[in-house]
């Protein structure tokens, strides 16, 4: 669904062919918005993939009741951990994502240690750079997910997600339209939301943050019975060098 913001009222009557303002209600400005409630950088509530336990749907649970409005926002904040991913991943084709496979989680684990519960995990692909305006942003998302034209981005396979579970995470993003690859998005989705997981997706600068020591904070809005959300994402960086070890 394409973004839409619409001024309602302006600060006075401007007679225009291409779009006539009122001041309907008084002297200032406000706009209307149509969104999709994964647009831009969102939050996935478990609803968003796993159907209420009355639908009798496949993966029909509880959970599937959880909608963004119920997720806790300490969930998705506390110490960032940041995994890169490498640039050479195999299985990339057009409208094909490569996977990030468990491995390269324990590659991270070996090198800073074993990931905590609690800790948000933030994959770091540099996918963020393909997001621009208009047409030159289609190999972003359009041209890979729709098209076919372009390979996908880089996605964590399900046994990625399971040690990720394992761990005790809770919350887990990426720098890319989504936690689900460009040609099968749903597996990883019902494997992370049904166990309680929720997804950052289309994150951006998160070259800007260490491997460890930042605090990351993701704050959607507060959508009753939303399936997710759209938001601010924003970290705290260590004060010293130091601070970066604790």
Wanted: hydrophobic share 35%.
């Amino acid at each position: 669904m394409p973004f839409q913001h619409k001024t309602f009222n302006y600060f006075t009557d401007v007679d225009s062919q291409a779009a006539p303002l009122e001041s309907r209600t008084g002297p200032y400005q406000t706009r209307w918005l149509l969104i999709d409630e994964h647009t831009g950088t969102h939050l996935d509530a478990p609803a968003h993939f796993i159907p209420p336990p009355d639908s009798e749907l496949p993966h029909a649970a509880e959970i599937g009741n959880v909608t963004i409005e119920q997720v806790d926002l300490t969930q998705a904040m506390g110490p960032a951990v940041v995994i890169d991913v490498p640039e050479d991943l195999s299985g990339a084709a057009p409208g094909v994502s490569p996977i990030i496979t468990p491995d390269i989680v324990r590659d991270h684990e070996e090198q800073y240690g074993q990931l905590k519960p609690g800790s948000i995990v933030l994959f770091r692909s540099g996918w963020d750079r393909l997001y621009k305006p208009g047409a030159e942003g289609d190999p972003y998302c359009y041209d890979p997910l729709i098209l076919k034209s372009n390979e996908g981005w880089p996605a964590p396979g399900v046994e990625c997600m399971k040690l990720l579970i394992e761990r005790g995470i809770k919350c887990a993003g990426i720098d890319s339209p989504s936690m689900g690859s460009s040609h099968d998005g749903g597996p990883v989705h019902v494997e992370g939301l049904s166990h309680g997981v929720v997804y950052i997706e289309a994150l951006t600068n998160l070259d800007k943050l260490p491997n460890l020591g930042a605090w990351f904070c993701f704050a959607p809005l507060k959508l009753k019975r939303g399936t997710g959300g759209p938001g601010r994402a924003f970290a705290f960086l260590p004060a010293t060098p130091a601070d970066s070890n604790q």
